[in-house]
């Protein structure tokens, strides 16, 4: 997988920690792979089984070096597999922590009817940035962010003809140094893509990111080289990442 993003001058990549386990593997591959970094964080699906040591424990792997957000953190209101308070517990707690470490935050946000929004409104501070990952919001929501200054995540979503229009309308009017392009790998594989790999067909992978980054510069009207130069250049600028071999 690692060999099939190079060869697509995907690289270096930022692997996302969801739990507590996730993050710290992460960290050990981060160790072996100079070209990976990653996020530590406690999605908010993973928010009910949370460990009540979880905020020293989060704290202890956010101070790595290779981890370079915190997240992915938020609130789901759209599938609720934990308790909204407990969402909105873990995700204060790692606003702060944000905060506290001079990090950016790396947010998850659906169909939340603006508590994440207001949430960071009345937190995020000290906070030196946020992407908004995975953006699947209306204009409201947009605009909202937009004004605070925050990034925004763009996945394979926007290649969706049947969910995708809403977005596919919004895509032209985020500023180009606000936007960033995912995978958000294993899922969101970019219809019309083919399967990387034999017997993973619709498993996502970083090598398919030219697929989201090709639908972008298809809606703005611009060449894909300029998407991919700009989502690079604000990548590196986020998260602190370094100038790779790969041309990416």
Known sequence: MLQRARSHAVSPLLLTGTDLDSSAAAIGLCAVHSDLFC??????????GAPDDWADRLRTLAANPAVRAIGETGL????????????????AGQIVLAGDLG???????????????????????????????????????????????????ITGWVCDPSRGDELRSLVPDIP????????????????????????????????????????IARLRNVHSDAIAAATTSNARALFSLPVSDVNT
């Open 103 to 153: 990090k950016p935050l790396f947010v998850h946000d659906r169909d939340t009817g603006g508590a994440v929004y207001e949430m960071l409104a009345e937190r995020s501070p000290t906070v030196p940035d946020v992407v908004v990952h995975c953006f699947t919001g209306n204009r409201v929501d947009l605009e909202r962010y937009l004004e605070a200054g925050y990034y925004i995540g």
């Open 39 to 48: 996020t530590a964080g406690i999605h908010p699906h993973d928010a009910a």
């Open 176 to 215: 180009i140094d606000r936007l960033l392009v995912e995978t958000d790998a294993p899922f969101l594989f970019p219809a019309g893509a083919s399967a990387p790999a034999a017997g993973r067909k619709h498993r996502n992978e970083p090598c398919l990111l030219p697929y989201v980054i090709n639908e």
């Open 76 to 91: 789901d209101f759209n599938r609720n597999y934990s308790p909204p308070e407990a969402q909105r517990a873990l995700f």
